[in-house]
């Protein structure tokens, strides 16, 4: 079964800083998805990737299939980026919903 | 202590019929979210409870699906009738706080795959 791993639990910034959250899995996968839930709870789809590379306005997401790792870049932050980021997985040919839920990396971004 | 679970794991049924899939939160969690992940696509919200109340239900599709959690604890999400588009898996997700409180760690089921056909 695959495992996923987010670093860090926690990350407090200040305004303007350069924001890098770490995912790294322990089996193959098909697509890796990065999900934002925001104070009021409910969770929203920021990036699905299977290879390289995606950009979305201030945020970038990457993926190293060889190493088995993904990181989430947040470019000049601003305090409404302060959300929880989740790392989801596929498995390939998996089960059941095929997605493995990392812990999340809660951010903190001061003005 | 027992994850989120839901039931059944794996359904296939017939356009036109009914489904109801079932999300146990974890005990004490009084906030309740439904997603579902068609397949190929991205994962996409439907709704929020807070104890039995519905505090955001913007992502339900359409009146086909109904959402409930009477009492506050279990909820269920009832689809009538089925559609083949409705196909995929439904994630349920849990979490004790929500807003500006601590403790709103998510914690996902392992989902319920659909299949309509």
């Known amino acids: 079964k695959n495992e996923v791993e987010q670093s860090p639990q926690n990350l407090t910034a200040q305004e303007g800083e350069f924001i890098t959250i770490n995912c790294s899995y322990s089996v193959g996968i098909s697509a890796l998805h990065w999900l934002q839930q925001h104070p009021g709870g409910g969770i929203v789809s920021l990036f699905m990737l299977s290879s390289g590379k995606k950009k979305h306005g201030r945020l970038i997401a990457t993926i190293n299939i060889q190493e088995k790792h993904s990181s989430l870049h947040i470019t000049a932050s601003h305090p409404r980026d302060s959300a929880v980021y989740i790392c989801?997985?596929?498995?390939?040919?998996?089960?059941?919903?095929?997605?493995?839920f990392g812990k999340g990396t809660k951010l903190s971004v001061k003005p | 202590e027992a994850g989120v679970t839901q039931f059944p794991s794996h359904s296939v049924i017939e356009k036109g019929q009914t489904v109801t899939l079932r999300c146990d939160p974890i005990s004490g969690h009084d906030n309740l979210y439904w997603y579902r992940r068609v397949m190929g696509k991205e994962i996409k919200f439907l709704l929020h409870?807070?104890?039995?109340?519905?505090?955001?239900e913007s992502g339900m599709p359409n009146n086909r699906f109904l959402a409930e959690r009477t009492g506050g604890t279990y909820s269920t999400l009832k689809v009538q009738p089925a559609e083949l588009e409705d196909s995929g898996v439904y994630f349920c997700?849990?979490?004790?706080?929500?807003?500006?409180?601590?403790?709103?760690?998510?914690?996902f089921g392992q989902g319920t795959r659909l299949t309509v056909v």
């Open positions: 997700a849990s979490s004790r706080g929500a807003g500006t409180t601590m403790n709103t760690e998510a914690f």
């Open positions: 989801a997985v596929e498995d390939y040919g998996g089960s059941q919903g095929n997605l493995i």
């Open positions: 409870f807070v104890k039995e109340s519905k505090q955001d």
